[in-house]
């Protein structure tokens, strides 16, 4: 248990007012740094009102359920989320099948008030809880040779109507290199404005990592694995030119098919603004991680 | 030879008059634009505005490539709409191009780079550009002056229809089912105009 962010507000404090937010995210920016004072601005923080918790529920990406943007809310019901059970194998001391109460039970849930940038070049800001990954790593113990961690989604044909079409290859996969899957922003989130993670929104447990593009928050995990080498990635293995493994928030690197410099933060009505989107969706902390890469190649 | 007789809607459509066709396809986009300012497309009404105008001048381009085989198989008559269906067709593409413009892109800068470097942008505007010659001849004075060239010139709705269902199928992440049949329908429609395809209708 990570005891780096004690989180002494109720789930109900989310809709509270602006500057109890302001100072929340003051809060949570240090402790997910693990040190003490805040670093993250005022003035940035002043931008993080969460969506609607109907915003966030009605305007989903999540093919299984359809690749209609109100196809999860509408089909996703179906999802039984319990009992839920992931399967943890790989270079682990510990692996197994561990059932989610059981799992959760052992970590700290915490509030992470996140922005959540789209490939698709919308935004929004999210009132997550969950834990931080790195805690269940550290439970299960990762082996020294491993690199990487893989993910995967939920694959139950009678359950989820968008599997009919081979859209992407289907169960979803997604990846993380071992120190972006550790770094202290990466959660598991099981929640979101105090209740229980929807099933729209990747019941009952998805990984959520802020400064990258949100196709890398993969839904309603059922199996992590620690491995040496790079795990194939759904988007990825679709269209390697347009998605690539990293696929951290970049203004500079387009998709090919449109530009990422700017996103439209949802919620603003017909009459919106885009805004300039920020390196590592503002996440500016994470940038050692990519000391030496080249960003453009490994996009 | 007809497939199937439908003829007798014809004295009926003979008495629907051309005017109330663009006025009642008219209708949808003032409608749309009530509902993106009230909240009734939802979380992201610019995108729904624009993928609703576009899919409006879509069904009206497909409605208008149905005009010949629905004459030619089935008996029925619906020349007399069909410059309706072309002109109101453009409407909703100028409008579509509006939404992007001024709602959704908004920066001119960026508007440009989008048409040179984004493929399904630069199909998206050919099929723009290639509607406006049709346009500027969906007259009586136009089709008299132009004589048989004036049907050479309007196959040019061909290019438009395939165009229109491509920037579909390709502004979508992911091959995905719906913009396909869109694609498939066009495709079906010209294929019912195949030369050899006419031939075997008609010794059938």
Redesign the interface.
């Known amino acids: 248990m990570s005891r780096r962010w004690n989180n002494d507000l109720t789930p109900g404090d989310v809709t509270a007012e602006t500057l109890f937010l302001n100072r929340r995210q003051l809060m949570t920016g240090a402790g997910a740094l693990g040190i003490a004072g805040g670093l993250a601005a005022p003035a940035r923080a002043e931008e993080l009102e969460p969506?609607s918790f109907?915003?966030i529920t009605?305007?989903c990406n999540y093919?299984e359920f359809g690749?209609g943007?109100?196809d999860p809310a509408k089909y996703a019901d179906a999802l039984t989320t319990e009992p839920w059970t992931v399967q943890i194998d790989g270079l682990v001391e510990k692996p197994g099948d561990y059932a989610l109460t059981d799992l959760v039970g052992q970590m700290d849930l915490e509030e992470r008030i996140y922005r959540f940038r789209c490939?698709?070049a919308?935004s929004m800001v999210v009132p997550w809880q969950g834990f931080e990954l790195a805690d269940l790593l550290d439970m299960v113990g990762v082996e020294p040779e491993a690199r990487y961690v893989a993910f995967e989604t939920a694959l139950r044909p009678e359950e989820m109507p968008g599997v009919r079409?081979p859209?992407?290859e289907w169960p979803y996969v997604e990846g993380l290199r071992l120190d972006e899957a550790r770094h202290p922003l990466t959660i598991l989130a099981t929640g979101l404005y105090g209740k229980p993670l929807p099933n729209q929104n990747g019941a009952p447990i998805r990984l959520v990592v802020p400064w990258k593009y949100g196709f890398k928050s993969i839904k309603s995990v059922v199996r992590i694995t620690l491995t040496d080498t790079q795990p194939p990635t759904a988007?990825n293995k679709?269209?390697p030119r347009e998605y690539g493994f990293f696929s951290n928030v970049n203004p500079t690197v387009?998709h090919?098919?449109?530009?990422q410099?700017?996103e439209?933060r949802?919620?603003g009505?017909?009459?919106?603004?885009?805004q300039d989107t920020l390196m590592f969706n503002g996440y500016e902390e994470v940038a050692a991680l990519y000391d030496g890469m080249d960003l453009a190649k490994d996009f | 030879m007809a497939l199937l007789d439908l003829s007798a809607l014809n004295p009926h459509l003979r008495r629907v008059p051309a005017w109330l066709v663009y006025g009642v396809l008219a209708l949808p986009a003032p409608w749309l634009l009530y509902l993106?300012?009230t909240?009734g497309?939802?979380?992201?009404?610019?995108?729904a505005?624009e993928h609703e105008l576009g899919i409006w001048a879509l069904w009206l381009l497909i409605a208008g490539l149905t005009v010949t085989p629905l004459r030619r198989h089935a008996g029925v008559n619906l020349l007399k709409f069909r410059r309706a269906l072309g002109l109101m067709a453009f409407y909703y593409v100028a409008l579509h191009l509006a939404t992007w413009l001024l709602?959704d892109?908004?920066?001119l800068s960026?508007i440009w780079?989008?048409i040179v470097?984004?493929?399904?942008i630069t199909v998206g505007m050919a099929g723009f550009l290639l509607m406006l010659p049709l346009v500027a001849t969906s007259n009586s004075r136009a089709i008299r002056a132009l004589g048989p060239r004036w049907r050479a010139l309007h196959r040019l709705t061909y290019g438009v229809a395939l165009l229109g269902a491509l920037h579909f199928v390709?502004?979508?992440?992911?091959?995905?089912?719906?913009p396909l049949l869109y694609m498939c329908a066009v495709a079906g429609l010209l294929l019912l105009r195949l030369p050899g395809r006419r031939r075997v209708q008609r010794f059938a």
Not at chain 1, 256 to 259: D, E, F, G, K, L
Not at chain 1, 269 to 274: H, I, K, Q, T
């Open positions: 969506n109907e915003d009605n305007y093919y690749t943007k109100d490939v698709e919308w079409y859209v992407l988007w679709a269209n387009d090919p098919r449109w530009s410099a700017t439209r949802l919620g009505g017909l009459f919106s603004r885009r | 993106g300012v909240g497309l939802g979380v992201e009404p610019i995108k505005l709602l892109v908004q920066i960026q780079a989008d470097k984004r493929p399904y390709m502004l979508r992440k992911g091959l995905q089912v719906e």
